[in-house]
């Protein structure tokens, strides 16, 4: 039983550590950082959280490659059945 807590407290500190580097790449100087940050936030299913984080992403980007990507991801995120149905539940 202590085993399966300590693993899933583990789990839930390598999670936060994974989102928490790409969150930083996403606002990156470096165009190719923040275009591999949206690699990865389109990699994971939606939350309130990236949706929230690609909204003030496309207020900030100033090239319009990666706004229209995170657009797109945006789009994608919002209409995601699983994240009505979650936040319908609460």
Request: glycine share 4%; no cysteine.
């Amino acid at each position: 039983m202590l085993a399966v807590a300590a693993a899933a407290a583990l789990g839930a500190l390598l999670v936060r550590d994974q989102i928490t580097r790409h969150r930083r790449g996403l606002f990156s100087s470096h165009p190719l950082r923040r275009l591999a940050a949206l690699g990865y936030i389109a990699s994971r299913s939606a939350s309130v959280d990236s949706i929230l984080l690609l909204r003030d992403f496309i207020a900030w980007e100033q090239q319009a490659l990666l706004r229209r990507r995170a657009a797109a991801l945006l789009a994608r995120m919002e209409q995601d059945p699983a994240l009505v149905l979650s936040s319908e539940a609460v």
